[in-house]
Structure formats: C-alpha cells, structure tokens
Nanobody
Framework: QVQLVESGGGLVQPGGSLRLSCAASGKIGSSEAMGWYRQAPGKQRELVATIPSTGSTNYADSVKGRFTISRDNTKNTVYLQMTYLKPEATAVYYC???????????????WGQGTQVTVSS
C-alpha cells in the first residue's frame, strides 16, 4: 500500500516559522494532487493548501502570503513552509496525496497521520 509520513511539526512562538514535510512511499505509480489540511481542537478539518502535479497552487485565504506549498516529484514529497505564524494556526496538520496505482492506474486519496503545530509564547 501507500504510506504518508509527516514531519516538522512542533512548538513555535508567534511570528515564527516552521516547515512541514510529507513523504509518500509504497506502491506509487505517480502522485497527482498533494496538499495540506489542518484541524484545530473543536473544529472541522479545513483545507490549507494544495498543489497539483503541474499547474497552480491553491491556498486558504487565511494563509495566503504567509504559507508556501511545494513538492519534489522525484521524492513524492510535499512541503509546507509556514511563516509569520499566528496562535490560530495551532492545529494538527495532515497531508493528503492523490496516488495513482502502478498496477491499476486508478487514483486514491491517502492521508498522513498528522503532525501537531502549536503556536504559543
């Protein structure tokens, strides 16, 4: 199968930066769209940013200009560079990847296990 492993979360002060990584491994034909969601305590999971295999990125309005999503297709890895972090960014961040099976050529969405980001002084 396919596994997504996130890393890079932690505790950061307001105004600080963090870089999240998410590496996909396993039976991967190709990775199509990849992205990040987050879920704060007591709230629904929400979209943060997405990046297709080719084309334009998409961001939630709340993070535009401060977060940057990128990917390395050779490593099946997606990144989220977060700058000028605010306390309201505190959440568990999940990556998602649309993976094409090398055998069936069908695509399936896979989720990572989540990584905690806490923005606090």
């Amino acid at each position: 199968q396919v596994q997504l492993v996130e890393s890079g979360g932690g505790l950061v002060q307001p105004g600080g930066s963090l870089r999240l990584s998410c590496a996909a491994s396993g039976k991967i034909g190709s990775s199509e769209a990849m992205g990040w969601y987050r879920q704060a305590p007591g709230k629904q999971r929400e979209l943060v940013a997405t990046i297709p295999s080719t084309g334009s990125t998409n961001y939630a309005d709340s993070v535009k200009g401060r977060f940057t999503i990128s990917r390395d297709n050779t490593k099946n890895t997606v990144y989220l560079q977060m700058t000028y972090l605010k306390p309201e960014a505190t959440a568990v961040y999940y990556c998602i990847a649309d993976i094409v099976s090398p055998s069936t050529l069908c695509s399936t969405n896979f989720w990572g296990q989540g990584t905690q980001v806490t923005v606090s002084s």
